[in-house]
């Protein structure tokens, strides 16, 4: 079976990402995270706060509509330094998008004077299965609090009423505030993995992991650290056993699960992958320097996604519960792991490869055939991204993530339900009174134009090739998000841009310049160039269908 990251796309995945938690005890000491809670003493009913709530399930709630929503911190004298700060909110599912103006700003305790510190749009793309965890970034100046308190407004300004959830524990919706010398990982190392044990059956002990599963001396138990430097890998696994150590990768005695990444100075590039199975339910959480974070995977116990697989599958896809493990189903009508992408895309999903609706998710899983399996895994996983089959990962909705300056990477392991553990609360719908509001305000960046450098190239030269790239939409591009481009040259992957993340207005325009990949060294003749803006797509647009530019560029003989 083909590794993910090393697929048709690898190159142009170099660019890219989507919806997001964050814990304060993964990031430096000069950082300080801030959660969102219920208070019944604060005059809106909600605070900022320093202590992470211990409650678990989508509660306490709030909704964010064109009534703005206020969380208020407590009163501080005190400077506090200028960056980048960072909003990861868990909403419940969206239906369609949504867009939302986050506001930081400092309140004075007597006069109520507020002062706004700085201000972002973002919109917020639809997960109509799953709740989703999206990020947003807001630019804020060096301020001083003289008897104020920090405050978090979140108003709605396009689309349906927006629920939120903020327990502080598993759905810990927060505001990261980054100090100017966040910590590095630990010498010789890129980054770090962090282990949780979530399992509620295996010790520390009993859970084991490896890079190197055809070695099994190679295996680790959790008990021996939980916290693991990892340096460059290549189109790399790491495998996860509960209970016992396997002796190969096929040995199924115990629970055997893996994720899929690429290491290197240019960033953690991973993923999970249910194409050949779900095994062990586990979440992947990338946490960068800025206190970004993203997360993909599962959190059900497995005995509550096998019930609810047996309980909901056709009579088909009944024999993919195989012992303890949901397998994929054998190719057959509507499913199908080979031949191209887009076939196995659209074969999958259940729709024509070559309509209109190939891109459409809102027609995927509708009518049968199609990969019912896949579907599932969809349902069930955080943002509704998963790897459900080999080409999952085309129109971006498999659960690749990307940190160009990664910290620490989350990966916690679940399995049985806690004893005695309480029924998660219904998600409260939005009182009637509270209306959706019109068209969301979202970017929409197109190429404008492809140059070359140096302009004239000749045969022989090093070319670096640049995208023109342009927002026609009605709100900016997310700040501190990667426009990326991907460069093709005839028809393969030769370069890519990833190093523009400043705030796109509507109407301006930004060269994007390639700064990874292969590289094109110009030949004789006519060349068929194309330019991808937002190849891998990290944020919601208007229009998905105008991000690419194809141009011919002659190189003539000197």
């Known amino acids: 079976m083909r590794l993910h990251l090393l697929g048709a796309l690898l190159a142009v995945l170099l660019v890219a990402l989507l919806p997001t938690a964050g814990y304060a005890a993964n990031l430096d000491d000069q950082t300080t995270t801030y959660y969102l809670a219920a208070d019944k003493d604060s005059s809106s009913g909600l605070a900022l706060t320093q202590t992470p709530g211990t409650d678990k399930g989508f509660a306490p709630t709030a909704f964010v509509s064109e009534k703005p929503l206020t969380f208020v911190g407590p009163a501080l004298t005190t400077d506090i330094a200028g960056g980048t700060w960072v909003l990861n909110l868990w909403t419940a599912r969206l239906k369609s998008l949504a867009s ?293 990962d085309v129109y971006a909705q498999s659960s690749f993530i990307v940190s160009n300056h990664p910290r620490d990477m989350i990966v916690a392991l679940y399995y049985n339900d806690a004893p005695g553990a309480k029924p998660v609360p219904a998600t409260p719908e939005p009182p009637k009174e509270l209306k959706a509001l019109g068209t969301p305000k979202v970017c929409d960046v197109v190429v404008t134009d492809i140059t070359c450098t140096p302009e004239n190239p000749k045969p022989g030269d090093k070319v670096t090739l640049n995208a023109i790239v342009k927002n026609i939409g009605t709100a900016p591009t997310p700040e501190g998000v990667v426009i990326g481009v991907a460069f093709k040259v005839d028809g393969k992957v030769v370069a890519w841009s990833d190093n523009v993340s400043t705030a796109l207005a509507p109407g301006a325009t930004v060269t994007c310049s390639a700064n990874g990949g292969p590289g094109w060294t110009a030949g004789e003749g006519k060349h068929n160039v194309l330019a991808d803006v937002d190849n891998v797509d990290r944020f919601p647009e208007l229009d998905k269908t105008n991000n690419q530019l194809e141009k011919t560029i002659t190189i003539a003989a000197p």
Not at 241 to 253: A, M, Q, R, Y
Request: hydrophobic residues 30%; contains cysteine; aromatic residues 10%.
């Open 100 to 392: 939302v103006k986050v506001e930081v700003l400092k309140i004075h305790v007597k006069g109520g004077q507020e002062t706004v510190l700085g201000s972002s749009e973002s919109a917020l793309r639809a997960t109509p299965h799953h709740h989703a965890l999206y990020t947003v970034s807001v630019k804020v100046p060096a301020t001083s609090l003289k008897d104020e308190r920090l405050a978090l407004r979140l108003t709605l300004t396009g689309g349906d009423v927006i629920t939120i959830g903020f327990n502080g524990n598993d759905y810990d919706s927060n505001l990261v505030i980054v100090g100017p010398k966040p910590t590095t990982p630990p010498e010789g190392s890129l980054m770090t993995f962090t282990f949780r044990n979530c399992t509620n059956k295996y010790k520390d002990s009993e859970i084991y992991y490896t890079f190197n599963s055809g070695n099994p001396d190679s295996w680790v138990s959790l008990d021996k650290g939980l916290v693991v430097p990892c340096t460059e890998k290549h189109s790399a696994r790491m495998y996860i056993s509960l209970g016992g150590k396997p002796t190969s990768p096929g040995d199924h005695t115990y629970p055997q699960d893996f994720l899929e990444y690429n290491l290197d100075k240019s960033g953690m590039y991973v993923n999970t992958s249910q194409v050949d199975a779900l095994v062990i339910p586990f979440t992947i959480e990338l946490i960068d320097v800025s206190g970004r974070t993203q997360k993909m995977g599962f959190s059900e116990s497995m005995p509550s996604m096998m019930a609810a697989f047996k309980k909901d599958a056709p009579d088909a896809f009944q024999r993919c519960l195989n012992g303890n493990r949901i397998v994929q189903p054998p190719d057959g009508p509507g499913v199908i792991q080979t031949n191209s992408p887009t076939i196995c895309a659209g074969t999958n999903r259940g729709v024509d490869p070559n309509s209109p609706d190939a891109k459409n998710p809102d027609k995927w899983y509708q009518k049968m055939p199609y990969n019912w399996y896949s579907k599932f895994m969809h349902i069930h996983s955080i943002n509704d991204f998963s790897y459900g089959f080999a080409y999952d």
